[in-house]
């Protein structure tokens, strides 16, 4: 199979940092085309940047990135983009179009695409995704699922080789984010498209073929789901979720708060702090 | 409650004035703004206000909103309107003088049309924007602004910047009623006490609103271009407006009624 991404000793510096440490030290790894990576780590890893470094948006200090046979540069980076879809975090601050429909004809305009062309690919687009009944729709009367599957529609209409979902579910209820991964399956299934998912979200890594770990900027283990999952609780050292009562525990012990050691299931973890509460 | 200040404006239906191209709606409504200063007697006010209602019934909409839509304004136009009765040229019968207020038959007359001119307006605008969807108004000012481009006035990227604007509306008035209730729950008391302190109340809110308005432009900005925006030219566009025979109609209407205006301004 053929590297659709490759990375060759990325260096990574943000540019108002006043220290010389880099976000991202000597990153390199490959990507074959049609293929579904994760890549997790801890808040702060470098992941997030690491996508952006992808297609362009931050531009590295040293190293070189190559996107289906195209060295990133400033001249090729509209190319580039083209080929890249990429689904941010937050459902409303990537929603540009004031109705759904403009929305997921937006990198259609921006490529000067013909609108004959782009009504039929708004249409199958939202087809594909399940909207096609929200079209002419705002955004506020969207759920945040609803807004990430209309982002997949804009990317689906471009037609990227490869799209990039930057912790794209986890701002979304348990709810949303299972249909954001199906539509995301699906569409894997549909087209040989590559997939780059950047989480703290296990069912989202377990879906990949491959996942990557990221510490510290640096790329610390490579391997299948199941060989990752073996480690069991150091996942949660790599970034991936802790339940939730676990993560309430953490923030409570880093206040001074002595906290049980057995683990607490949410409802017990609620009477724990009536307790603690009204002992005080 | 402030949704329904701006956004409940618009009622959705389906009526000829619905229909209409949002140029043709938005310019008719100036360029009416502007011949209800050629009435200047009875029969041409009475003319106005048949055209006016007539364009209501039209548009299917309930009178209600249009009476609303002059509530708010009331003590302003009735200030005007004092102001025109007590001070303007004596002329006709005098009723009352006392230094320089001086209320005339005349005075009367023109207190009385510049309120019918107001509510023309006002009806007038009201029907505009209660039959246009913002997005609409928005394309409609893009299409009138195009002539601008000729002096490099960015027309594409201001329309751009007006439908992101209005998109975003809903979503701010979302985010300020949450840090509303986040500062509630703090102890802050909006609508108390006098109005310094009811604008102080307001600093909690408004911070909070800026700096999260900033980090969703920066989002939205690498997102555009992420989706490869790079400006407004060379771009193609979804969604069109298309002049129809009913907008050429309605332009014909207004030539018509301009005509019967000035008709009646110089022989009645």
């Known amino acids: 199979m053929s590297q659709i991404i490759n990375v060759e000793h990325l260096n990574y510096r943000y540019p108002q940092q006043d220290t010389d440490a880099l976000t991202l030290t000597d990153v390199s790894f490959s990507v074959a085309a049609g293929e579904w990576v994760a890549i997790v780590g801890h808040n702060g890893s470098g992941k997030s940047t690491l996508a952006k470094n992808l297609n362009g948006l931050l531009a590295p200090v040293s190293g070189q990135i190559t996107i289906d046979g195209q060295v990133l540069s400033e001249d090729t980076?509209?190319?580039?983009?083209?080929?890249?879809?990429?689904?941010?975090?937050?459902?409303?601050?990537?929603?540009?179009?004031?109705?759904?429909?403009?929305?997921?004809?937006?990198?259609?305009?921006?490529?000067?695409?013909?609108?004959?062309?782009?009504?039929?690919?708004?249409?199958?687009?939202?087809?594909?995704?399940?909207?096609?009944?929200?079209?002419?729709?705002?955004?506020?009367?969207?759920?945040?699922?609803?807004?990430?599957?209309?982002?997949?529609?804009?990317?689906?209409?471009?037609?990227?080789?490869?799209?990039?979902?930057?912790?794209?579910?986890?701002?979304?209820?348990?709810?949303?984010?299972?249909?954001?991964?199906?539509?995301?399956?699906?569409?894997?299934?549909?087209?040989?498209?590559?997939?780059?998912?950047?989480?703290?979200?296990?069912?989202?890594?377990?879906?990949?073929?491959?996942?990557?770990?990221?510490?510290?900027?640096?790329?610390?283990?490579?391997?299948?789901?199941?060989?990752?999952?073996?480690?069991?609780?150091?996942?949660?050292?790599?970034?991936?979720?802790?339940?939730?009562?676990?993560r309430l525990k953490a923030a409570l012990k880093r206040q001074g708060v002595t906290v049980p050691t057995t683990y607490l299931t949410e409802k017990g973890m609620a009477d724990w702090l009536w307790q603690l509460i009204s002992n005080k | 409650m402030m949704n329904k200040l701006i956004f409940g404006r618009y009622i959705p239906g389906d009526s000829v004035i619905h229909r209409m191209d949002p140029r043709a709606k938005l310019l008719l409504s100036f360029y009416f703004i502007g011949i209800i200063f050629i009435a200047n007697n009875w029969a041409t006010y009475v003319l106005l206000f048949a055209f006016t209602l007539l364009a209501i019934k039209l548009s299917g909409v309930k009178w209600s909103f249009f009476i609303n839509g002059v509530k708010p304004l009331i003590w302003l136009i009735l200030?005007?309107?004092?102001?025109?009765?007590?001070?303007?040229?004596?002329?006709?019968?005098?009723?009352?003088?006392?230094?320089?207020?001086?209320?005339?038959?005349?005075?009367?007359?023109?207190?009385?049309?510049?309120?019918?001119?107001?509510?023309?307006?006002?009806?007038?605008?009201?029907?505009?924007?209660?039959?246009?969807?913002?997005?609409?108004?928005?394309?409609?000012?893009?299409?009138?602004?195009?002539?601008?481009?000729?002096?490099?006035?960015?027309?594409?990227?201001?329309?751009?910047?007006?439908?992101?604007?209005?998109?975003?509306?809903?979503?701010?008035?979302?985010?300020?009623?949450?840090?509303?209730?986040?500062?509630?729950?703090?102890?802050?008391?909006?609508?108390?006490?006098?109005?310094?302190?009811?604008?102080?109340?307001?600093?909690?809110?408004?911070?909070?609103?800026?700096?999260?308005?900033?980090?969703?432009?920066?989002?939205?900005?690498?997102?555009?271009?992420?989706?490869?925006?790079?400006?407004?030219e060379g771009r193609s566009k979804y969604r069109i407006l298309k002049w129809q025979a009913r907008d050429t109609w309605a332009t014909l209407a207004f030539a018509v009624l301009t005509v019967a205006l000035v008709g009646l301004r110089l022989y009645v």
């Open chain 1, 77 to 246: 980076v509209w190319d580039i983009r083209r080929k890249i879809g990429m689904v941010f975090q937050n459902p409303d601050n990537q929603f540009v179009g004031a109705t759904v429909a403009d929305d997921v004809a937006f990198s259609l305009e921006n490529q000067g695409i013909p609108r004959e062309t782009m009504l039929k690919r708004v249409d199958e687009a939202l087809a594909q995704v399940d909207m096609s009944a929200f079209k002419t729709r705002e955004p506020a009367r969207l759920s945040g699922g609803q807004k990430q599957r209309v982002a997949l529609a804009g990317m689906i209409a471009a037609r990227p080789k490869i799209l990039i979902l930057d912790e794209a579910t986890s701002m979304l209820d348990p709810e949303g984010r299972a249909e954001v991964l199906a539509t995301i399956r699906q569409m894997k299934a549909d087209s040989d498209l590559t997939v780059l998912s950047i989480t703290h979200d296990i069912d989202e890594a377990a879906s990949a073929n491959r996942v990557l770990v990221v510490n510290d900027g640096q790329l610390v283990e490579e391997g299948t789901p199941a060989e990752i999952f073996e480690h069991g609780p150091a996942l949660i050292k790599m970034g991936l979720d802790m339940p939730y009562p676990e």
């Open chain 2, 79 to 232: 200030f005007t309107v004092i102001l025109q009765v007590l001070f303007s040229a004596s002329g006709g019968t005098v009723y009352f003088k006392w230094g320089i207020i001086t209320i005339s038959q005349l005075g009367l007359v023109n207190g009385v049309y510049i309120f019918c001119r107001f509510v023309l307006i006002i009806f007038m605008s009201t029907l505009l924007t209660l039959t246009t969807p913002p997005l609409e108004l928005s394309d409609a000012i893009e299409y009138i602004l195009m002539p601008l481009k000729v002096v490099h006035f960015p027309v594409y990227e201001v329309a751009l910047m007006l439908s992101i604007a209005l998109r975003f509306v809903p979503t701010l008035m979302d985010e300020t009623e949450k840090i509303m209730n986040a500062q509630r729950a703090r102890g802050v008391d909006f609508g108390e006490g006098n109005i310094f302190q009811q604008m102080r109340a307001i600093v909690p809110l408004l911070i909070p609103l800026f700096v999260s308005s900033f980090n969703r432009a920066e989002d939205l900005a690498t997102a555009m271009e992420a989706r490869g925006y790079q400006g407004g």
